[in-house]
């Protein structure tokens, strides 16, 4: 297919989204079609009509509401400036016409540059002021949710502004720069910055549009000598100027130097040229995660220098992930690099569009989440967690193999939804180490080799024949179980199968690899659809999009937040093909990927809260810092052996639970009895209200509750964390002297004898040393609802209907938390099951939640490596530690 027909093809489909833009309902396939076939004529449309309608359909019903910032209430700085002033919306405009262009839903664009772009613009400076300012902000998106899209609207709408020089710092990878660059060369400069081929692109097309001066392309990052060619200091430009450069040492260094020696006026600054920062992933390299009395780490210093020299400039970090951000000391100075990066003028949380395909999803519902999600049982037997450098490959995992099947088989799916013109890749991330991801490729490739011999020979056989070949009849196993409801019989899906192989390629992507890069580009210019498997570390996990990522499989073992949930590449949109999407990861890795999950939108649930009561980035640093896992987050930056480091905790609307139990009988025996006692007694509280999943006792003194937990014997793990919750509960028994008692029982249980009925949890992988809760979550999600009136069960469902962010509007425990406002004490027996050898035991275990608001209240906790390691595992797969950095 030509490029001509693809670009048709491309303007039909915008229009025909456009036909659609202000509808609140999503339009039926065949109000879609209808309006297709009558747009087709008018417009001499003369494609495939089946094509645009199965696109379209998968855009339209996409919806995005706005984000919400959190700012000082008693800075001066005027949010209103960009309705005070006569802005020319040049850049800005053009940006949104080629978003609708590319098929961008007209709502989701005007809330991109009207709604969040000009709220994020107001945040910042208006770059006409007189005299010398600074701001530091942050931005926080979700992984792979459009947060280039963003920012590239929020540097078109200062552009027009009147912000001369913009600094894009795009990760610490070439490819990752490189796909950056390609993004702002077709969004904002409006001409292919490849020097051999400077063509209008994107934006550009439009022969009026004013192209900014970009002084980086493609290839080159920035150095003197390219800047030097343009004999200009940056106030001799008429047109803003871009650079796209990355997060390196060396490259920062370089720019300054030339900043400073070409364009710095008296006192080594530079006057009247507002410049604008936009540091994405912002977390990676850009931290000083150093301790406050040594020199910040050299990246962070470099961008702190270059802040410096202008007498006018705004710093934006953009990150999915902003714990490490949130860890910057505030009052931090030094007096080379002058102000760390902490964003203290605002924090704005971005929302997504309806059709995100994120963590929530994934991770935290039930019945998506079981339709995605595969654990890896095998891998450690072929390629263990802590292989070394070198370590011969004899052979790559089953499930790998399996992985592969249900890869070619959704590839055959797609095509036959018409998606053969769109990429389909699968990820396979098992190695830091280049050596073994070369090798991984090796075994790969023989499979895939074998396999389309197979189908060659048996696609259009009769299926009691190819059923015959043991690779047919994996890739038939492999529809049956994971893809039976794709809406193709086997047999339609069996033909489909020889056309997978038609663009399919391998790829080790990392900075070392030079011989055939994985380029999604090439493959579009020929209108082709590229079916790739991707192999590789580091350079997988950091901000380079996978197109049409359908299968992962990473095998890791990191702990870190921030690294973790950047990893998981799987998460962006997947139009028409979600159902047929898998995610291979180890049940450890899908526990803490749930718990991360829940932590990070506790935090955006926080912001709104916090904005609420009137309290800043300041304030919301604080409580981060001061937030459970600040311990981990803590380790994994700063930690060296034998090291202790000592934190304030605040609990403020967490819930704490025992989810690391002994599975000792007599343990078991002597914590039942305890909570016999305790409810004999009603917890020396009066009443006892049954509730569809147990008792409730109402107002207790939380002294009681104290004593009860102080009386539960723990796992020897988890003794501290005991300790902790019982601190804090102490903490604030000033406030709340009184809180709740759930005695929680599903299935048979007995008020008058005191037994509580068990809730069952999967014990596979117990040992009787220990048995660690899947998704480190006791409680089911909900119950926190129990007890509570019909008139606090209604105000949660408000809370949750007019929380922006809560996409299906009911209530989250979170919003029952709220309106219970009091602590909560929720007891439990669990029933192990999948273990034999656990089978029958009875094991109580606890979950304590606190009431929110409670920022200023925090207890101390000292702690070192062996009990972080303790509680969450080994610290030991650092991806600083991965071969995968580029080395100039």
Not at 159 to 182: P, S
Not at 237 to 258: A, D, G, Y
Not at 377 to 397: F, I, M, Q, R, W
Not at 723 to 752: E, R
Request: aromatic residues 10%; contains cysteine.
């Amino acid at each position: 297919m030509s490029r001509t027909q693809n670009e048709k093809d491309k303007g039909f489909i915008a229009t025909l989204i456009t036909a659609f833009g202000d509808s609140d309902e999503p339009p039926t396939r065949v109000e879609i079609e209808a309006k297709a076939a009558m747009l087709a004529p008018i417009l001499g449309f003369d494609g495939d009509l089946e094509h645009v309608v199965a696109v379209a359909e998968t855009v339209i019903p996409s919806r995005m509401s706005a984000g919400v910032s959190l700012v000082d209430p008693e800075a001066t700085h005027d949010q209103e400036w960009i309705l005070k002033r006569e802005i020319q919306t040049t850049y800005a405009e053009a940006y949104g016409d080629f978003l609708r262009s590319e098929g961008w839903k007209p709502t989701v664009v005007n809330t991109l540059l009207n709604d969040d772009g000009a709220k994020i613009l107001g945040l910042l400076q208006d770059p006409t002021d007189e005299g010398a300012w600074n701001r530091r902000g942050l931005v926080i998106g979700h992984v792979q949710s459009g947060k280039t899209a963003n920012y590239l609207g929020v540097v078109a709408k200062a552009a027009d502004a009147g912000y001369k020089f913009i600094i894009v710092i795009a990760g610490i990878h070439n490819n990752l720069r490189k796909q950056t660059q390609r993004r702002v060369d077709e969004g904002f400069v409006g001409r292919s910055s490849n020097p051999v081929n400077r063509v209008p692109i994107g934006v550009g097309l439009n022969k009026d549009y004013p192209n900014p001066v970009t002084l980086t392309n493609i290839h080159a990052d920035f150095n003197k000598q390219t800047a030097d060619k343009s004999g200009a200091e940056l106030n001799d430009f008429k047109k803003p100027v871009i650079i796209v450069i990355k997060k390196n040492v060396k490259t920062l260094e370089v720019l300054h130097t030339w900043l400073r020696d070409l364009n710095a006026k008296g006192a080594d600054r530079i006057r009247d040229v507002p410049m604008l920062v936009i540091d994405d992933e912002a977390d990676n390299a850009s931290i000083n995660t150093n301790k406050p009395d040594i020199n910040p780490t050299a990246t962070n210093s470099w961008i702190r220098k270059i802040l410096r020299l202008f007498t006018k400039s705004c710093y934006v970090g953009y990150t999915a992930t902003p714990f490490a951000n949130i860890f910057i000391d505030p009052d931090a100075f030094d007096k080379d690099a002058y102000e760390e990066l902490f964003p203290k003028d605002f924090i704005y949380s971005l929302d997504a569009p309806t059709t995100y395909f994120g963590p929530d999803k994934v991770f935290l519902d039930e019945m998506s989440s079981a339709r995605i999600l595969r654990p890896i049982t095998d891998c450690e037997d072929y390629l263990p967690l802590t292989h070394k450098n070198g370590s011969p490959v004899a052979e790559l995992p089953p499930s790998l193999y399996r992985a592969l099947d249900q890869f070619i088989v959704a590839r055959a799916i797609r095509n036959l939804r018409k998606q053969e013109r769109k990429h389909c890749s699968m990820l396979i991330n098992i190695s830091r180490f280049v050596s073994v991801q070369k090798e991984a490729k090796g075994f790969i490739n023989l499979r895939l080799d074998r396999i389309k011999d197979a189908v060659k020979a048996n696609y259009m056989m009769a299926e009691e024949i190819s059923a015959q070949n043991q690779y047919m009849a994996q890739l038939r196993a492999a529809f049956d179980e994971e893809f039976s409801d794709c809406g193709f019989e086997w047999k339609e899906v069996k033909k489909a199968l020889w056309g997978v192989f038609d663009h399919l390629r391998t790829y080790v992507v990392n900075s070392k690899t030079t011989d055939d890069p994985l380029d999604y580009e090439k493959y579009e210019r020929e209108g082709v659809g590229l079916t790739a498997v991707a192999i590789g570390g580091l350079s997988l996990s950091r901000g380079l999009t996978i197109e049409g990522l359908t299968v992962s499989y990473m095998y890791r073992n990191t702990r870190m937040y921030d690294t973790l949930m950047q990893m998981g590449r799987w998460f962006g949109y997947r139009p028409n093909f979600e159902d047929i999407c898998r995610v291979y990861l180890s049940k450890d890795s899908i526990n803490w990927y749930k718990h991360i999950a829940l932590a990070a939108d506790e935090l955006r649930h926080q912001i709104r809260r916090m904005r609420n009561v009137g309290l800043s980035p300041k304030d919301f640093g604080l409580y981060v810092q001061s937030h459970p896992d600040s311990l981990l987050i803590t380790a994994a930056n700063k930690m060296r052996s034998g090291e202790k480091v000592t934190l304030k905790q605040n609990y403020t609307g967490k819930l704490i639970e025992s989810f690391l139990l002994p599975l000792d009988s007599k343990v078991s025996d002597a914590n039942r009895d305890l909570i016999a006692r305790y409810w004999a007694d009603r917890f020396g509280g009066r009443e006892l209200r049954k509730t569809e999943k147990g008792w409730f006792l109402p107002d207790v003194d939380c002294d009681k509750i104290g004593e009860f937990l102080a009386a539960f014997k723990s796992h020897k793990d988890a003794v501290r964390q005991k300790a902790l919750a019982i601190d804090y509960l102490s903490a604030i028994s000033d406030k709340f002297p009184k809180g709740d008692v759930l005695l929680i029982s599903v299935g048979p249980g007995d008020a008058d004898k005191h037994i509580l009925g068990p809730q069952e949890r999967t014990a596979a992988d117990a040992t009787a040393d220990k048995w660690q809760i899947s998704g480190y979550r006791v409680a089911s999600r909900g119950d926190e609802k129990l007890g509570l009136s019909s008139d606090q069960q209604k105000a949660a469902e408000q809370l949750a209907a007019d929380d922006a962010k809560s996409k299906s509007k009911k209530p989250s425990d979170f919003h029952y938390r709220l309106v219970r406002d009091k602590p909560l004490l929720m007891v439990h027996v669990l029933e192990p099951t999948n273990n034999e050898e656990f089978k029958g035991l009875r094991v109580p275990a606890w979950g304590l939640s606190y009431p929110d608001g409670q920022y200023g209240t925090a207890i101390e906790v000292v702690a070192n490596r062996v009990w972080i390691e303790q509680m969450y595992g080994s610290l030991d797969d650092d991806p600083d530690d991965d071969e995968d950095y580029d080395v100039e």
